[in-house]
């Protein structure tokens, strides 16, 4: 193999970059951002699987330099934590094959999004980030947001981690004392707190691949989540829509715009969007391939996912507009109900004998200590439901969390409701 693409942090979903080039006959180098990988990706990493390992020391021109030795074929992100260093070095490895330079931030800080979202006309929703209380106390009286539902979260962090839900009028001022100064999710310390109106209304996951500012659709799915006290986005079920499906058709446009106002070019995109009673609202985008198990359903689903996107551009020059649904594919997510050592794991152990099952994995067993439902590393774990039957898969879908309601967990139990957020 004489040609190479280069992947920077290729952890979680990007471990599987190599062997998707592997196939294409394209060696892969790795290029880590940090020394080590992140808890949350270090499972992951299995340097055995790359032809060169890199790690960036700060040294941003003497690293691009060799990288430009391999004359690669392409620079991509793997994960959340490699899109701003693939950002920088794309433009002195290759430049004109990443996204637009001037708009990096709004591919990965939520203000930012929100920023280049307002500057392109697009509507959104009402939000603000800073350090200071005050400032945000006062900007929440001036718009009337103090009496509305609110979502507090940290700027620069992903998968739900430390996302709060406040009601009308409700003191949202300790899940800021709770997020500013901690270090989040992705090794980051969180410098300001963002926080914004509540969007009511179904969550839809939107994965799109770009080429040269062409946005093909790769798949669309419908995110249902729940509340649980003051913690929202807790992930129930992922489901995939048909291409042609109404709800599509109403965020597939809007999209499109957001990612041109953000700058994405060339690669992977991973977009979440609200559908409100007035429209379209952008929640976040992730310049890189979907995470979570997410290719693998993709694939299921729609018989292609974003990783062989990405080798059909980089590799054969190929792109494609939309994908096809196969068959009717869901990802059945299992929380806890609160906190607590968890005395009934074998509530699961015949899920496999469901009519639509494909397949499941739990990550915690009887006897363990289960978290407290939160973000999407909090799940118990997850069973996919794959047919061309849909009415066989919505009723295995209530089967599996009628199960989920006898979970016998010992332990703490703060109250709280399970009613849907978005």
Known sequence: MDRCAIVVDPLGTGQEYPAAFADAGVETVAVLSTPEPIPLYAASWHPE????????????????????????LCLIAGSETGVELADALVELVLPGTGHVPALAAARRDKWAMAT?????????????????????????????????????????????????????????????????????????RNDAVLVQEYADGPEFLVDSYSVDGEHGLVDVCRYTKVRRGDRIGIYDLVDFLAPGDPDVAAVWPYTQRVLDAVGVRNGCCHTEVILTADGPRLLE???????????????????????????????????????????HVCSVVISAPHAGVWRNADLFSDVSALSTYALHHFYFGDGDALPAPAGLSSMVGWVVLATTDRAALEADYRRIKELERGMVVEGAHTCGDDSPSG
């Open 49 to 72: 699987n790359f032809a060169h390992v890199h790690v960036f020391d700060g040294d941003l021109e003497t690293l691009a330099d060799l990288l430009r030795g391999y004359d690669p």
């Open 116 to 188: 280049a979202a307002d500057a392109a006309g697009l509507p959104h929703l009402r939000q603000l980030c800073s350090a200071d209380p005050g400032e945000i106390g006062r900007w929440l009286r001036d718009t009337g947001l103090d009496q509305v539902r609110l979502v507090v979260k940290p700027p620069k962090s992903a998968a739900t981690d430390n996302v709060h839900f406040v009601e009308p009028g409700g003191d949202w001022r300790p899940y800021f004392d709770q997020i500013l100064g901690h270090t989040n999710e992705f090794g980051l």
């Open 285 to 327: 985008v992730g310049a890189r391939p979907a995470g979570g198990g997410h290719q693998m359903i993709s694939k299921m689903a729609t018989g292609t996912n974003h990783i062989l996107r990405t080798v059909d551009h980089r590799v054969r020059g190929e792109s494609t507009p939309t994908y096809d649904l196969v068959q």
